[in-house]
């Protein structure tokens, strides 16, 4: 046990999270070969078996599940002792991780970079880009530091800052454009396009209709805003997007776009991390960069 390394240990929980030693390579920007010594040097060092190997897969041994698991509360630890000696010395150098959900990232982290680059030239932005759900576990287990999302989480572990609102926009079919904009109970009877299981958006449109989210509907569901907006261009129904997505999404589609009367769909977004985190002044000073990015 005595040559076991925090570079093992981070080298062992990425090879876990994808499954895959040449994932997990790339991921870690080092050589396959040179990935696979370490976790076999690991291996040796403990005298146990970390993963079953087959020709198609990899997976977790019984201990390996249970080593990995600690293995990742101490790197949690670390990574809090390093956040620790920053935030004692006023240094908000180095290594950012911000997680950001799909329906905001193509539209307004280019000015979130640019706000942040010209502020903190120090501090070097590394953005994960993923679900609601995965955002929230990669927070708890220290693998960011914040994330921009849709509140609220109703996490207790994480603290949770408003940057803004913003409303929903209808977008129907061009030939439609002079129609009045549905209300809820319109909404319901026709077909909606939404993006697919697992996005918040998704759950905030069933939502504002009052459709239950398990409830079946005979429907697409797209991957993307993108995806949503072209389906709509060819006939197929009408979707909802948020308001920071309206010129991209819509500039090369035969589409048109409303605002709802009252009540109007919108969502809160905001700044999460996890309370126990002590950059917390920093992460403050990130929400107001936020802020002016959105403006």
Not at 70 to 77: D, G, H, N, T
Not at 100 to 112: C, F
Not at 162 to 178: C, H
Not at 257 to 274: A, E, S
């Amino acid at each position: 046990m005595n040559n076991l390394t925090l570079k093992q240990l981070r080298y062992l929980d990425i090879v876990a999270r994808e499954g895959h030693f040449g994932k997990a390579a790339e991921h870690c920007a080092v050589s396959q070969p040179a990935l696979s010594m370490q976790i076999k040097e690991l291996e040796e060092s403990l005298g146990s078996q970390l993963f079953e190997r087959s020709a198609r897969q990899i997976r977790l041994t019984g201990f390996g599940e249970r080593f990995v698991q600690q293995a990742r509360e101490v790197l949690k630890s670390v990574d809090d002792l390093a956040d620790m000696a920053r935030a004692a010395k006023g240094d908000f150098s180095g290594q950012f991780r911000l997680g950001i959900i799909p329906t905001i990232a193509p539209y307004l982290l280019p000015d979130i970079i640019k706000e942040l680059s010209a502020a903190r030239p120090e501090v070097e932005v590394h953005v994960r880009e993923t679900q609601t759900q995965k955002l929230i576990e990669e927070l708890l287990s220290g693998r960011l530091d914040a994330a921009i999302l849709a509140l609220p989480v109703s996490e207790p572990a994480l603290e949770e800052v408003k940057l803004f609102e913003e409303e929903f926009v209808l977008v129907r079919s061009f030939a439609d454009k002079d129609k009045p904009a549905p209300n809820q109970d319109t909404l319901r009877e026709m077909k909606l396009l939404l993006l697919e299981e697992g996005h918040c958006f998704r759950d905030q449109a069933l939502s504002f209709c009052s459709i239950p989210t398990g409830r079946p509907r005979e429907t697409l569901d797209g991957s993307s805003l993108s995806t949503l907006v072209q389906m709509v261009s060819a006939g197929m129904g009408v979707t909802f997007i948020p308001e920071m997505a309206v010129d991209i999404e819509t500039r090369s589609a035969d589409v048109s776009t409303q605002r709802f009367d009252h009540p109007k769909p919108r969502r809160t977004i905001g700044l999460v991390w996890r309370k126990t985190n002590p950059l917390a002044d920093q992460f403050m000073e990130i929400a107001d960069l936020v802020k002016r990015a959105a403006l």
